[in-house]
């Protein structure tokens, strides 16, 4: 099974043979119409072409299976208000400082958080697509006002240089952390926010946008769109500014 983009060079082949990994440059590149063609190749299964993943956001959601696990949900994409336990824990980012969730992680800003394995080959490289072209739209209020934070669910694999590979990959900026530990302490702080799958593979394709200076939370189910998620975050924001009135 392939996808192949409008650049025929590009496939990506579900079936064993290799597939170009195509780079948010790439995807920036090819909305300007330019002919991609970067030359880097990874195992088949690891990463969706990145154009193909944007066109998923207008269909009904996948769940939160990976490959050949479970199958397409019939909803469209819905959100829910929600509680969420922040656990007090050490973790580390993608350049292997540590540093304390959520104090550090998520303090006083607003906050996107999804989740996320390097190896991910469906559902993570949609994730991350969503999540470059917001990093863009937040402009210079990512890192000051807003942070977006990818954490992973497999971290026994995915150990900070494997994090770092990640984020430059998709062109991360200021502001966008990447985040692993020890396993025990990542499983409970997934668990407390709601995202904790026993088989890391079965991780649920969510987004949480939360305010962590008022404790409101919500969580987009499956495959948001970007502007969604600044939606919210824009509601978010009013709210501060009104002095926590709807």
């Known amino acids: 099974m392939g996808v192949r983009g409008e650049d ?16 948010a440059s790439d995807y920036g590149n090819r909305n300007r119409g330019a ?8 195992p088949a299964g690891r990463i969706l072409f990145l154009a193909a993943a944007m066109a998923l956001l207008s269909v009904p959601a996948l769940s939160g299976a990976e490959e050949g696990r479970g199958g397409a949900a019939e ?14 824990a050490s973790l ?19 906050v996107v958080i999804d989740t996320f394995f390097t190896t991910c080959g469906l559902i993570c490289p949609i994730l991350a697509a969503i999540f470059v072209d917001l990093q863009d739209r937040l402009d210079d209020r990512l890192g000051r006002d807003v942070r977006l934070i990818s954490i992973t669910v497999d971290p026994l694999t995915d150990i900070p240089p494997r994090l770092k590979k990640y984020a430059e990959q998709w062109e ?15 499983d409970q702080v997934l668990s407390g926010l709601g995202l904790y799958a026993a088989d890391f593979s079965d991780h649920p394709a969510a987004f949480l946008v939360g305010d962590g200076k008022t404790g409101e939370w919500t969580r987009f189910y499956g495959f948001p769109t970007p502007e969604q998620l600044m939606e919210r975050i824009s509601a978010l924001s009013e709210k501060r500014k009104s002095g926590g009135r709807s």
């Open 8 to 23: 025929e060079e590009t496939l990506l082949r579900m079936d064993g043979e290799t597939c170009r990994f195509v780079t």
């Open 35 to 42: 002919n991609v063609n970067t030359g880097n190749h990874y």
């Open 75 to 88: 909803e469209p994409v819905r959100s829910a208000r929600i509680q969420v336990r922040l656990h007090d």
């Open 92 to 110: 580390l980012d993608q350049d292997g400082r540590t540093v304390r969730f959520p104090a550090d992680v998520v303090g006083e800003k607003i």
């Open 172 to 186: 991360a900026k200021p502001g966008w952390l990447f985040l692993t530990g020890e396993k025990k302490v990542v």
